[in-house]
């Protein structure tokens, strides 16, 4: 559109032509998408990494929970083993409780501080409460159903054979593996509403730590990038965004103090990556 005119009405009145109105055999653009910048993430504590594989875990249950095919039965039985080993080690609902906590008062902070969408704010807040009373409701002891079961009992114990999943090591399982689809999506959905509250109190955990950090554009003069935290504010979470098709990325090492990062240039599952030497380009987020 000519500068100056009004967007009204402009597919009737601008001389520009438009994109169907081409001649018949004269052949059309494609059309470049720009691939997706890609996003890397490196917990700084016991805890965000903890969060961060039950996030995961979750994620690839609930995909293969809704797949009707067996070899999905089996990734979501996977997921669900691996959620429970995790989840065996300290004390799991405790710490999700306490980052509920912590985060609902760092909410109630913001309340009266300027420019401050309170509407936002108030819904982000009862999600969290909600989040909390259904973790309080479930018990200490939420899981204990599944962490007895026989049958979950029985895959577990033999997956940790390479290959010992197979019909003849259990054939309860093979067997349930081939009932009809709806009956293995109930027996995964029964699961999945014990494990929901927290995961998805992690999940949501996770998303506020993420939106609540501001991304800044940095440099890392050949391929290197040194950060130094405040002290008296301990970091959560780095993120490293590249951009999409990018052939480098970043290796973190560090704490909630401190971290290194190096930029790797990928070249093939057949050679080792090499670091990078120009100066690389990111974008920096660092989460509380």
Request: aromatic share 8%; glycine share 6%.
């Amino acid at each position: 559109m000519a500068p100056g005119r009004s967007s009204e009405h402009a597919l009737f009145t601008g001389p520009e032509a438009v994109s169907q109105n081409r001649g018949m055999f004269e052949p059309v653009p494609e059309s470049r998408v720009d691939p997706e910048p890609i996003t890397y993430e490196q917990p700084l504590n016991e805890r965000m990494r903890a969060f961060m594989r039950l996030e995961f875990l979750w994620q690839q249950l609930s995909y293969h929970a809704g797949v009707p095919n067996p070899w999905s039965s089996r990734a979501a039985v996977a997921g669900l083993l691996e959620i429970l080993a995790i989840t065996s080690r300290g004390d799991a609902r405790g710490d999700v409780l306490k980052e509920l906590e912590r985060q609902m008062s760092a909410m109630r902070d913001y309340q009266n501080r300027p420019g401050v969408d309170g509407a936002r704010l108030r819904s982000i807040l009862a999600a969290l409460v909600r989040r909390r009373e259904e973790l309080n409701s479930a018990g200490a002891n939420f899981m204990q159903r599944l962490r007895e079961s026989e049958f979950l009992n029985a895959i577990k114990h033999r997956s940790a054979i390479p290959g010992g999943t197979c019909e003849f090591d259990l054939p309860d399982y093979y067997h349930w593996l081939n009932l009809e689809p709806d009956l293995r999506e109930s027996d995964l959905a029964d699961w999945l509403v014990t494990i929901r509250p927290l995961c998805e109190s992690v999940s949501e955990l996770l998303w506020i730590t993420r939106e609540n950090a501001v991304p800044r554009d940095e440099l890392a003069p050949g391929g290197v990038y040194q950060i130094t935290f405040e002290r008296e504010r301990p970091v959560q979470l780095v993120r490293l965004t590249l951009p999409g098709g990018s052939r480098l990325y970043p290796e973190v090492s560090g704490s909630h103090h401190r971290c290194s990062l190096r930029f790797l240039r990928w070249n093939s599952v057949h050679s080792r990556p090499v670091q990078a030497t120009e100066d690389v380009r990111f974008v920096l987020t660092t989460c509380y």
